[in-house]
């Protein structure tokens, strides 16, 4: 008779939600399950790191990220495959809203099928900035980075003729620019809220027309600094 190694349990993978600034932001169910964890797959180990540090957790952390490529799937798959419980972390908020995690929840859920892949919920820039906008977003188009290039300006047009309110993530270096490509597609009375820095120790909201936040931020350049999140009104 030939005994037969019994098959590993497969593991399971949390998602989640971190800090979008302000280290309070985290919920108690995170902490337990990043505490709890085997492992914590995140972008930037030096930024999930003071994080941890921050709350005294002391888990192991591997690298996953946009350049991680077939090695870093290959490496959570074979985590999850020998037992593990992984914990998924992006840098700030919610993993899977314009970030890799989005592909790794799909390609493990590809992989193992019976797998417990569950949501541990918590900070989002998208939905901190929807709370406090006062803008018509009853419902919304979500964006997330708009293009660097191809198809920047058509995309602008398709934003100026949403029913819906339109939502996007710019960068700091290309805040102003997009600005003043809204400025040339919106009318006037089409309000536009910049949401820059959620939570932490310079945040800021500005609301007003497009060509209004263009001279806000061309007369003061501080306020073209940090993350944003871009809420354009709905027609």
Excluded: W
């Excluded at 497969?10 to 990043?34: C, F, H, Y």
């Amino acid at each position: 008779m030939t005994n037969k190694t019994p098959k590993q349990t497969q593991g399971k993978l949390s998602v989640v939600a971190t800090s979008i600034g302000n280290l309070e932001d985290m919920t108690l169910r995170a902490l337990r399950v990043l505490k709890e964890a085997a492992v914590i797959a995140c972008e930037d180990t030096r930024t999930s790191k003071k994080l941890l540090s921050h709350y005294d957790i002391h888990t192991p952390l591997t690298s996953f990220h946009t350049h991680s490529g077939e090695k870093g799937f290959a490496k959570i798959l074979s985590l999850l495959e020998d037992g593990k419980h992984v914990a998924l972390v992006c840098d700030a908020g919610t993993p899977g809203v314009s970030d890799p995690g989005l592909e790794l929840v799909s390609v493990v859920r590809e992989h193992f099928p019976d797998l417990v892949v569950e949501a541990i919920p918590g900070a989002s820039a998208l939905t901190a900035a929807l709370s406090i906008a006062g803008l018509r977003a009853a419902s919304f188009t979500f964006y997330g980075f708009l293009p660097l290039k191809k198809g920047r300006e058509t995309l602008f047009k398709e934003i100026a003729k949403n029913e819906r309110a339109s939502i996007f993530y710019e960068s700091p270096h290309r805040i102003l620019k997009t600005l003043e490509s809204l400025k040339k597609v919106l009318p006037e009375d089409r309000r536009v809220g910049l949401f820059r820095e959620l939570t932490k120790m310079h945040e800021e909201v500005l609301v007003g027309s497009a060509a209004h936040l263009v001279d806000t931020l061309v007369a003061d350049q501080n306020h073209q600094r940090g993350e944003f999140v871009v809420v354009v009104e709905g027609v």
